[in-house]
């Protein structure tokens, strides 16, 4: 009941946990991703399905998952397991520890690319070219390499293995301290500069002007997607860092702080990209391509494009370092709780797993070999690995912890917990009912459609 219990690690504050748990939340899932999906779905029609989903789905299931963490104190595995010794749920534990570690194995690779092309901009290199199609050249040319992608995979995991091997106070709260502000700052300035670039107005068009003309139940499918990813859920991570909360502390302002914080750098991301985009001429349906190849060829003609270049990058290296260090803290916490390994023990193996993961994956972008290519699923090695974790396990995770909290542990222990220490849940009805209903029929027909069609996020 107390907090000396844990020797496992604690924040020292809450917002000390706040900004590391935004940290996890606020990745390239916001940054690279939630515009250009966004840019593709509707402007404001997909944020406001987006902001919908996150009030419906992603705050019950965030408030889930940090329960059970701090309910339990353990990683993934052991907290599903300490609440229903000897069942089968100790497997939906153990899924969410993999697909953290899962997920970690190529979001290092393509936060890598980031530190890359943070130096690649300051270079000089893309500021005599011209045009997209050359743009492209040089990111088909870097994402070939080995070098490239399995060196700076290297380096990424090194920077958050040290961060991480200091442990939750020490390391991950101390750095995320000292990160998120320097990302908010930075994020602001950008925002400021996009907007007042001549031509930006258009951006801001195309990217809110609410189109509903094109909207249909993918959409609807990209919008839950995109709010799982983007709030860490499903894969183990809120549960993670939840079990190093205090007791004393409010868990449901604390989540609705992350969500709002979460969302809000997602969607000021979007007025950094597509303002400057539209005001150099460029193609908002750039895609996944939009930040590697798009946007470095026409950042890089406006007066100070390489500082502004530059410093996008940094933007998302930071980003990405934030949430990488939660990722790696999941299996790290596996291996402290489970096998009673020392902190640096569990690091070192738990990165090294994720580095013999992530060099398949590094190498399935090259242009050639069977990796790019996977037999029978024809698709590379990274995108076989972004689909089946970044997608379908994720969504399971979802799924049963709602129904864990709902139906298997109890929504009773579940608000004994939240309310400790007098902290009364208001909405405690209305959480009931998302948990209980809405949470898993949704997520359940999401994943039914995705099975289906083929179709993910
Ligand atoms: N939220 C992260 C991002 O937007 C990525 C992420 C997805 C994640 N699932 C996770 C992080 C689980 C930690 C744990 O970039």
């Known amino acids: ?47 406001m399905i987006y902001i919908f989903f996150i009030l419906v789905i992603g705050l019950p299931i965030m408030i889930s998952e940090l329960t059970i963490g701090r309910n339990t104190r353990k990683n993934p595995y052991g907290a599903f397991r300490k609440l229903k010794p000897g069942g089968y749920w100790k497997l939906a534990g153990g899924l969410g520890v993999m697909t953290g570690t899962l997920i970690l194995s190529f979001y290092t690779v393509i936060a890598g690319f980031t530190i890359g092309y943070f130096f690649l901009i300051l270079s000089g290199k893309f500021s005599g070219i011209h045009g997209v199609s050359q743009s492209g050249e040089i990111f088909a040319r870097f994402s070939a390499n080995p070098f490239n992608t399995i060196g700076l995979s290297v380096l990424f995991i090194v920077i958050t293995s040290v961060i991480v091997i200091n442990g939750v106070s020490k390391g991950i709260e101390k750095w995320s301290k000292i990160f998120m502000p320097v990302l908010v700052v930075l994020l602001i300035l950008l925002v400021f500069r996009s907007v007042t670039l001549k031509g930006s107005l258009k951006g801001l068009e195309f990217y809110l002007k609410p189109n509903f003309d094109n909207l249909s139940v993918s959409t609807f499918i990209q919008a839950l997607g995109q709010a799982l990813f983007s709030l860490s859920l499903g894969g183990g991570g809120m549960m993670t860092y939840g079990s190093y909360l205090s007791r004393k502390e409010k868990l449901v ?25 539209f005001a150099m001429g460029g193609d908002p349906e750039g895609g996944p391509g939009l930040i590697f190849v798009t946007l470095p060829s026409l950042i890089i003609k406006m007066p100070g494009g ?44 738990a990165a090294s797993i994720i580095l013999l993961l992530a060099i398949p994956s590094a190498l399935s972008l090259g242009a050639s070999g069977w990796l790019s290519k996977l037999p029978f699923f024809g698709i590379g090695f990274m995108d076989f690995i972004v689909i089946v974790f970044a997608n379908y396990a994720l969504v399971i995770g979802a799924f049963l912890i709602a129904v864990f909290v709902g139906y298997s542990w109890g929504i009773k222990p579940a608000l004994h917990e939240i309310e400790l220490y007098g902290n009364n849940f208001r909405l405690k009805r209305v959480w009931t009912l998302l948990v209980k209903y809405v949470c898993p029929v949704a997520i359940l027909a999401i994943l039914g459609y995705m099975l289906v069609t083929g179709n993910y996020f």
Request: net charge neutral.
């Open 1 to 47: 009941m107390l907090d000396k219990d844990s020797t496992r690690g604690l924040w020292t504050s809450k917002i000390g946990f706040i900004f590391a748990a935004a940290g996890s939340a606020i990745g390239l899932g916001n940054i690279w991703r939630f515009p250009y999906v966004t840019g593709e779905n509707g402007g404001a029609a997909f944020v």
């Open 253 to 277: 302002s604390s989540a609705g702080y992350i969500a709002a914080f979460d969302t809000m750098i997602a969607i000021l991301a979007g007025l950094i990209i597509f303002p400057a985009l």
């Open 306 to 349: 390489i500082l502004f270049g530059a410093s996008i990058f940094l933007l998302l290296t930071l980003a990405a370092l934030t949430t990488t260090i939660s990722l790696l803290e999941i299996p790290v916490a596996y291996f402290v709780d489970e096998r009673g390994w020392s902190r640096k023990k569990a690091t070192l193996l």
